[in-house]
């Protein structure tokens, strides 16, 4: 079974500073997806950025960049220049894609807080 | 861009009662919507997959008779809450597939008394 782990429940960053949030995943597959969801306090879930596994490099959004470590199983965000509207719950995820299967599985989560 | 959009926002029933969340895809077709629980400050748990025209798949230790999934169109996904009792408080999340991108709605809080 694939699992997601992120091992800091809560981060603090000052506004206009940079931040990594830590995601790790297990998984025997080669084919699969991974996202970073941010969820803030109206607990809209909000899609932040997205990795193909197949793609080497790495994925950037704007200030939200990932550090995507296949072989390491490691899937981390950088937040740059952060935002107050950046505070919110983070979460990892991951989906293998079997077609009509996409369901995703979550990481417990990571609270940021930004610091004015 | 896709849109799902999930009613009510926020229900509260009496112990015993029915309670029936609806889930549609607004600008998309979705022959499969996804049903999360969340509780506070917790990560979302998949309950089951819904898929139109034929029976939702649960996942383990979602009670089937208890949480009620229905797809009857390619827009429409409902869950009902049957006999609800306040240990089913929480917060639902539907989401569908769009361009290999989950949309979730707006979640639903539910409050039984």
Redesign the interface.
């Known amino acids: 079974a694939q699992t997601v782990t992120q091992s800091q429940p809560e981060m603090s960053v000052q506004e206009a500073e940079t931040v990594t949030l830590s995601c790790t995943y297990d998984t025997s597959e080669s084919d699969y997806?991974l996202?970073w969801?941010k969820q803030p306090p109206?607990?809209?879930?909000i899609?932040v950025i997205?990795q193909e596994a197949y793609k080497q490099q790495n994925a950037t959004e704007n200030r939200f960049s990932v550090n995507f470590q296949k072989a390491a199983k490691s899937f981390s965000l950088k937040i740059s220049d952060s935002q107050l509207g950046d505070a919110a719950?983070y979460?990892c995820a991951y989906?293998w894609?079997s077609g009509?299967?996409?369901?995703?599985?979550?990481?417990?989560?990571t609270?940021l807080t930004v610091l004015p | 861009g896709a849109v799902v959009s999930q009613h009510p926002s926020w229900v509260i029933c009496k112990s015993g009662t029915s309670v029936k969340i609806e889930c549609r895809s607004l600008d998309f077709q979705a022959?499969?919507m996804?049903w999360y629980r969340?509780f506070p400050?917790?990560?979302?748990m998949?309950m089951a997959?819904s898929?139109e025209g034929s029976k939702a798949t649960y996942e383990q230790g979602v009670e089937k008779d208890k949480f009620l999934i229905n797809h009857a169109s390619l827009t429409l996904s409902t869950l009902t809450v049957t006999s609800a009792h306040p240990e089913d408080s929480s917060?639902y999340?539907c989401?569908a597939?769009w361009a290999?991108?989950?949309?979730?709605g707006?979640?639903s809080r539910l409050t039984v008394l």
Request: hydrophobic share 35%; proline share 0%.
């Open positions: 997806y996202f969801y109206s607990r809209q879930m899609l997205r719950m979460f989906r894609d009509s299967a996409r369901q995703l599985t979550f990481g417990s989560g609270q | 022959t499969t996804f969340q400050k917790k990560s979302l998949l997959t898929n917060f999340i989401s597939g290999n991108v989950l949309t979730f707006a979640g």
